[in-house]
């Protein structure tokens, strides 16, 4: 069965304590990967697509990798307003092009 | 650019009461549409998607049914709520990258059935 699972579920970080989340992701096939961040209250936000392992995206503080198994959003220096909740999701190939299947998510707290 | 719009942005409907969501799209045409349930501490839950007007597949059997009677316009809907329809519904839609389509979501409305 496809999967994804996020971990921690919730994470505190010092401003400044750079540190990484982690997507683990079980599908036949990789499609495509997405990470999202979502503000309490709002839709999620887009952030990346990840397509093959070994590829890297980039923004601001943020920085996302793709292995075979699992990809990591790795945060530099955060600041408080980075703090939300990181959703991560995988498309499958072995569904339509209209099937994501999401992770519970990492909430990210950032303490001044 | 592309806008996605949802209202109302809150709803507190009484059990058994009718509902009505409705999401559109701005800057694009022929978008994929999708209707999403959000629970608190669990993932995103897809309820309905659409790749055309009058086209609807739904993944999940519920109390719920969805309409697209235009090309950007996505309507979810209750004849009537249960307290199990509470949750935060999330409207989003899709454009191709590359061999994926990229989601981009609404900003939700937060549906409480009392």
């Known amino acids: 069965e496809d999967q994804v699972t996020q971990s921690p579920e919730a994470l505190r970080l010092q401003e400044g304590e750079s540190s990484s989340l982690n997507c683990s992701y079980t599908?036949?096939?990789?499609?495509?990967l997405f990470w999202y961040r979502q503000d309490p209250g709002k839709g999620p936000e887009f952030l990346f697509t990840l397509y093959s392992a070994g590829e890297e995206k980039e923004k601001e503080r943020l920085k996302a990798t793709l292995t075979k198994k699992e990809s990591f959003l790795h945060i530099t220096a955060p600041k408080p307003e980075d703090s939300a909740t990181y959703l991560c999701a995988v498309q499958p190939t072995t569904s339509g092009t209209y099937k994501y299947i999401f992770g519970t998510g990492t909430r990210l707290k950032v303490l001044a | 650019s592309q806008t996605i719009h949802q209202w109302p942005a809150t709803l507190v409907q009484p059990v058994g009461s009718p509902l009505s969501l409705e999401c559109t799209v701005e800057g694009t045409s022929n978008p994929n549409l999708y209707w999403y349930r959000q629970a608190a501490g669990r993932g995103l839950q897809l309820l309905f998607y659409?790749?055309?007007?009058?086209?609807i597949s739904s993944e999940v059997p519920q109390n719920l049914s969805a309409s697209r009677p235009q090309d950007r316009q996505f309507i979810l809907s209750s004849k009537k709520l249960l307290l199990s329809d509470s949750g935060f519904y999330l409207c989003?839609?899709?454009?191709?990258?590359?061999?994926?389509?990229?989601?981009?979501f609404g900003p939700g409305t937060r549906l409480t059935v009392t």
């Open positions: 599908v036949s096939g990789l499609r495509g």
């Open positions: 989003a839609w899709s454009v191709r990258a590359g061999g994926v389509y990229e989601q981009y």
């Open positions: 659409s790749v055309g007007i009058g086209q």
